[in-house]
């Protein structure tokens, strides 16, 4: 028998547009996770309910600032996909997320009355969608997406200094000091170059980039 799937909620939001490197926490995915809240609390059901997930998967960043936001471990025991994952599942351009969706499907008509939700993810972790799917149809309830978007949008940004986002050399010792988050780049001809998140005296954050090799030593003996 062929059983029909509803949609219990869908929720999509999006991080307040700014500039990346004023974002008040660079490792998190605000947008996401109350994404995933709304649509759950639309849906009338909680994480623990859910029995089937799929996050999407384009790079670790983006499954991981959502399950850190959501408080869900990495070793769940129900998984985090239902596909294997972006990577593993064709790459980009390939309408991941329908498969997802597809995937949950077949799931849940193996278990009826269960709850499956799945994602989708956009920009740089700048847009996330989410749909709550069962077997059971719920009552209509409008969403609150609207809501929660201004929500998001009220939080302020770090302010972001003049002339950020270019390239530079060093700029002396005790880098570390200012330092609000990097990461370096390794290229096929085993050049290396780091890009800086910084902070001044005021607070302001700017991004830059460097192949300072002074710069690279230090930032290598932190990792």
Known sequence: MCRKIVGSSCTGIATPWRRRCSHPDLGAYPAGVAAARSALE???AGLDEVRHLDLYSCFPIAV??????LGLA?????GLTLT??????????????????????????CTPGDFALTTGNGGVLSKYSVGVWSTVPRAWRPGESALVQRRLD????VPVAAGSG??????????????VTWTITHARDGSRRA?????????ARSLRRTD????????????
């Not at 294997?84 to 390939?94: A, K």
């Not at 300072?212 to 990792?223: C, H, I, N, R, S």
């Open 42 to 44: 639309v849906a009338g």
């Open 64 to 69: 991981s600032a959502v399950c850190d936001g």
């Open 74 to 78: 990495p070793d769940d025991p129900r």
């Open 84 to 109: 294997g994952g972006l990577p593993y599942f064709g790459g980009p351009g390939n309408d991941y997320a329908m498969h997802a969706i597809a995937s949950a499907v077949r799931r849940l008509r």
């Open 154 to 157: 009220a939080v302020p940004g």
């Open 166 to 179: 270019g390239s530079a050399g060093g700029r002396g010792g005790g880098i570390r000091d200012r330092l």
């Open 195 to 203: 890009t800086l998140v910084e902070r001044d005296a005021a607070g």
């Open 212 to 223: 300072d090799p002074d710069v690279l030593a230090e930032l290598g003996a932190a990792q």
